[in-house]
């Protein structure tokens, strides 16, 4: 059963924007931990930026720091990723995650940009940057 669905994804030119949403409404608790990552054709899945629901405090991969946002709506129902200044090495399929614990923290739903690993995902939606 699919409780994360993407969209807003595209085709852009380098340098262009765009807003990726992701209906997270089963997911309003304070200890839930929110993310975004993608997967290049041929890498590995990395993580892009995560939030922590107790808190919305979050965390961004280095590649991505100053140019993406991660937010959610007032209602807690709608996770987004606000990319700006979008490059080439910025396509890939991105994917919302979602996992739910009692025991989360900042610290561990920060980690998981690191390590990749949650729950709940998404069926992903493509980023196309041109040149």
């Known amino acids: 059963q699919v409780r994360l669905v993407e969209s807003g994804g595209g085709s852009v030119q380098a340098g262009g924007s765009l807003r990726l949403s992701c209906d997270a409404s089963?997911?309003?608790?304070?200890?839930?931990?929110l993310g975004w990552f993608r997967q290049a054709a041929g890498k590995e899945r990395e993580g892009v930026a995560t939030?922590?629901?107790?808190?919305?405090?979050?965390t961004y991969a280095a590649a991505v720091k100053g140019r993406f946002t991660i937010s959610r709506d007032n209602a807690k129902t709608t996770l987004y990723l606000q990319m700006n200044n979008l490059q080439p090495a910025d396509t890939a399929m991105y994917y919302c995650?979602?996992?739910?614990?009692?025991?989360?923290?900042?610290?561990?739903?920060?980690?998981?940009?690191?390590?990749?690993?949650?729950?709940?995902w998404g069926q992903g939606t493509q980023v196309t940057v041109s040149s």
């Open positions: 995650a979602a996992e739910v614990d009692v025991f989360m923290s900042p610290n561990r739903c920060a980690g998981k940009v690191m390590l990749g690993v949650m729950k709940d």
């Open positions: 939030l922590y629901a107790g808190s919305s405090a979050t």
């Open positions: 089963a997911y309003t608790h304070d200890y839930a931990c």
